[in-house]
């Protein structure tokens, strides 16, 4: 796609909201609309002024390219796969996630593996051509997304790449392009309620481009920062694998700072993670997210989620499903409603914590 298509894709994207929600960062608070999240609100001592909790709902604008496995995230109703229907549930529960106190979501256009933890990804994923351009369909799916979360006063997390599927991106200029492309479809739409995660877990070893990898993915966070539109540019940072610290020119060139807890059973590493993220070459006060964390047992006095909070750090929830993946929120055709006992107790909590 050249510079004519690319603008032509822009034009065709669907009319979105008049901007009704902003986020911010002042120091390591976040701020949407000029004031602080959960403005006055504290839990059990705990400051919750300014966090951000937040899901990973990855999967809202997934499809399948690949006609060997697209038949596998069949609808059991219908016998197919439907990326279309898979919006628009998804944009239908994002009112009860709000009502409940959720103010973000991640969201990325190489999804993450839909079937939850794979060591083989055949599936074809991606909103980004092998030349970094971008697939007008998945953008138009993100947009409706996205216009909901402005609307509902959320601040969405949008990722780029995902390990497994940025093999489909052909080279380094494309990757530079594709985060490019985002960056300008994301600031042309007007979301000034968004934030950037370049990609999912750099450190993950499976990424088959160098720019993406840990130590030179911050060129591609100074590179968004340095893309304005209207004297406006986002706020961008990246993740890493579960129990890992981000590295010193992360924390130099990032707005925010991205933690998984995935695999960490002990809530105390929670607690350590965030006081050594504070410690690394680099930091000032900024915000410390945690964007997915499968460890749950929230009815417990010490969990990852209390943990997090209690260093003043934000939390997310990964729920990639109890039995076979089917009820989660990572593997399709996912149930998008709050329908199970696990993602009961977690918004339980989260209304609790919140005052929602």
């Known amino acids: 796609m050249n510079r004519r298509s690319f603008l032509s894709t822009l034009a065709a994207a669907p009319a979105f909201a008049a901007a009704r929600t902003e986020v911010s960062i002042h120091g390591a608070m976040f701020h949407l609309n000029g004031q602080p999240t959960y403005a006055g609100r504290s839990f059990r001592g705990m400051k919750i002024e300014g966090l951000l909790m937040n899901s990973r709902m990855i999967q809202g604008i997934f499809d399948d390219f690949n006609p060997d496995t697209r038949s596998r995230w069949a609808y ?7 990326p279309g229907r898979n919006t628009r549930e998804f944009i239908a529960a ?3 996630w709000r009502r409940h106190g ?4 991640s969201i990325n256009l190489q999804g993450g593996s839909p079937q939850g933890y794979s060591k083989d990804q055949p599936w074809d994923n991606t909103a980004i051509h092998p030349d970094g ?35 489909r991106v052909r080279d380094e ?7 490019r492309e985002t960056v300008e479809w994301l600031l042309h739409g007007g979301h000034r309620h968004v934030l950037l995660e370049i990609n999912n877990e750099c450190n993950v070893a499976r990424y088959e481009h160098d720019i993406l990898k840990p130590p030179r993915v911050h060129e591609l966070i100074d590179m968004a920062k340095a893309i304005t539109r209207n004297g406006r540019r986002l706020l961008t940072g990246t ?46 006060p900024m915000p410390i997210l945690f ?19 209690g260093s003043y750090a934000s939390w997310g929830y990964f729920d990639p499903g109890a039995s076979n993946y089917a009820d989660g929120y990572q593997c399709p055709p996912v149930q998008w409603g709050i329908n199970t ?11 609790e914590m919140t005052g929602a």
């Open 291 to 309: 964007n997915e964390d499968d460890h749950f047992e929230f009815d417990k006095p010490a969990n990852n989620m209390l943990a997090a909070v």
């Open 341 to 351: 006992e696990r993602k009961r107790a977690f918004f339980s909590l989260l209304k």
């Open 76 to 82: 059991p109703d219908t016998g197919r796969w439907d």
């Open 133 to 167: 351009s971008l697939r007008p369909a998945y953008m138009q799916r993100l947009a409706f997304i996205l216009d909901k979360a402005n609307q509902l006063g959320m601040a969405p997390i949008v990722g780029i790449f995902y390990f497994g599927q940025d093999q």
């Open 94 to 96: 994002m009112p009860e």
């Open 173 to 179: 200029t494309a990757v530079k392009r594709a985060v």
């Open 239 to 284: 993740s890493y694998g579960g129990g890992f610290v981000p590295l010193s020119n992360v924390v130099k060139s990032s707005d925010f700072l991205l933690m998984h807890g995935n695999g960490v059973k002990d809530p105390r590493r929670i607690a350590q993670m965030v006081a050594q993220a504070r410690q690394v070459e680099g930091y000032r």
């Open 102 to 105: 959720l103010l973000s979501f």
